[in-house]
């Protein structure tokens, strides 16, 4: 059984810092990608950082330089650290972790972690 948990949302004020974890667990195909997403009311889920089995890492352009994302390829774990938090950063975020399926791809994700920033 595949499980996704994430941790370390929470309400913090506007400056502030928050990191959240995701560790995966029974997921038996190649792993090719972990990340985070995050939906706020009212609008389209949106990726906001990814790191790939290579180490590789892509932003989102609002978190650019005020978030990092790091992984364990050995433990399946992904981390987000959000510094200089924005009131436009309130959002569920979401891990998912991309996996390759033969030819196909396929996603799983976890239940969100909800992020609130103050201002």
């Known amino acids: 059984q595949v499980q996704l948990v994430e941790s370390g949302g929470g309400l913090v004020q506007a400056g502030g810092s928050l990191r959240l974890s995701c560790a995966a667990s029974?997921?038996?195909?190649?792993?090719?990608?972990m990340g985070w997403y995050r939906q706020a009311p009212g609008k389209q889920r949106e990726l906001v950082a990814v790191i790939t089995n290579s180490g590789i890492t892509n932003y989102i352009d609002s978190v650019k330089g005020r978030f990092t994302i790091s992984g364990d390829n050995a433990k399946n774990t992904v981390d987000l650290q959000m510094n200089n938090l924005k009131p436009e950063d309130t959002a569920v975020y979401y891990c998912n972790v991309r996996v390759r399926v033969g030819l196909s791809m396929g996603n799983y994700w976890g239940q969100g972690t909800q992020v609130i920033v103050s201002s």
């Open positions: 029974g997921i038996i195909f190649e792993i090719n990608a």
